[in-house]
């Protein structure tokens, strides 16, 4: 038989490890199936570890500013080491040791030997809370620890450094593939694999760090690649308001002068009106009565026929004149229902797109409140084995199942 074998960082997320609350890919039911082999108050362990290291450094200082009144806080809002670090391990996977599979038990078994002598192995790393996780699909081990190192000439003798405390077990560096840390899970993996192979197991290496724990640099990368895709889209959605803003203000301002027209036209209209009514009430325009002595045609030639002649033509001017006006109106007038549905369209679209806004931008907050919450490693799990469901394999498959 033949396992895999992971070893990596975790990202330390303590309330996970001693489950403080249960996730959703934690089975509540086989909590209790878990192994607890320690589980110390972190602050308590920087008292023991550091405060009489802290006291022998305050005594030789003269300046009251450079005192250490708090060991845990300068290292907590520090930026050169973190409180502490956790190693995750594990054999196989959820497929070939899978906690309720035939091989669960013994998955559970040789992480348990292996575990027994961690801090003999690592004396330099004190374990303050380690949990063999039997609640998941896989087991695994979460070693959270805080790296010191001792007899340090500068500073404080007793000191936290993860670089310093391997080193003193042996693992220097030389280059950033081959790092203390690297070089330390590497050979933490090896005694893995020596338990491994009392059992009958051996350690099925796959020359590659990009699929194990369901988490590493890849599969991190991916989330990565999501989230910055997120962010695009979200800066898409945030352009194209702009534009549509802008081009709504653009067709309001539209409507604002068509309205103008329109009562310019109706104000030359009624203007017309007036003059109409002025045509047929002022006496200039009304035939006079004839004087005893003007016979019928003097009275034709000189007053009835030159009336009729300028009636007509104003009159003919004011029927032009209302034809225009009449077509600019009715042409306005739909020019302005176009314009205000267009208006209506873009309000709607805008709607749309702030709305379509709003929901990237509280899924990108969620998921950076689930990697807070859960860590990135627990969160990019859930969404890996979500992405594996909703597969078209995996659908046809559950179907076929059904049919069954």
């Known amino acids: 038989m033949e396992r ?15 489950r403080a609350f249960t996730a959703e890919n934690v089975d509540a039911e086989r909590t209790k199936n878990n192994i607890e082999y320690c589980n110390e108050s972190l602050k308590q362990v920087y008292h023991t570890l550091f405060d009489e290291a802290v006291n022998r450094y305050n005594a030789k200082q003269t300046r009251k500013d450079r005192m250490i009144e708090n060991y845990y806080d300068k290292i907590r809002i520090g930026k050169q080491e973190k409180l502490f670090y956790e190693a995750v391990f594990q054999i196989g996977n959820k497929d070939d040791m899978n906690v309720r599979g035939e091989h669960g038990e013994l998955a559970k078994q040789i992480l348990d030997e292996f575990m027994q002598d961690f801090q003999k192995r690592n004396p330099n790393l004190y374990v303050f809370s380690a949990h063999l996780h039997l609640d998941e699909e896989t087991p695994h081990l979460h070693i959270d620890f805080v790296p010191y190192t001792t007899g340090s000439k500068r500073g404080l003798d007793t000191r936290v450094s993860l670089k310093q405390a391997l080193k003193m077990q042996g693992f220097e560096g030389s280059n950033r593939q081959e790092t203390e840390w690297n070089l330390w899970i590497e050979s933490e993996k090896q005694q893995l694999s020596s338990v491994m192979e009392r059992h009958g197991i051996q350690w099925l290496k796959l020359g590659t760090h990009r699929k194990h724990l369901s988490v590493l640099n890849f599969e991190k ?16 959605a945030s352009h194209k308001i702009a534009i549509t803003e802008k ?3 653009a067709k309001k301002a539209e409507v604002i002068q068509a309205e103008k027209e329109l009562t310019k036209m109706v104000s030359n209209r009624v203007k017309v009106e007036k003059n109409i009514q002025t045509i047929q009430n002022d006496k200039e325009w009304q035939l006079p009565e004839p004087t005893t002595l003007m016979s019928a045609k003097a009275y034709k030639d000189k007053k009835a026929e030159p009336l009729v002649t300028r009636l007509k033509e104003v009159l003919q001017t004011v029927m032009i ?6 077509r600019k109106l009715e042409s306005a007038g739909k020019r302005l229902d176009q314009i205000r549905q267009q208006i209506k369209r873009l309000e709607n679209r805008l709607e749309s797109v702030e709305h379509e806004n709003d929901v990237l931008k509280v899924e990108n907050r969620d998921l950076k409140r689930l ?3 859960l860590g990135e490693e627990k969160v990019i799990s859930i969404l890996e084995h979500q992405k594996a469901a909703e597969l078209p394999d995996n659908k046809l498959k559950s179907r076929n199942g059904m049919e069954r």
């Open 371 to 373: 990697k807070m919450v």
């Open 247 to 249: 081009q709504v203000k």
């Open 321 to 326: 004149n209302n034809l225009d006006l009449s």
């Open 4 to 18: 895999t074998i992971s070893g990596m960082m975790g990202k330390g997320s303590l309330t996970h490890n001693r």
């Open 221 to 236: 990368q991916e989330r990565q690649k999501e989230v910055l895709q997120l962010d695009k889209q979200i800066e898409e």
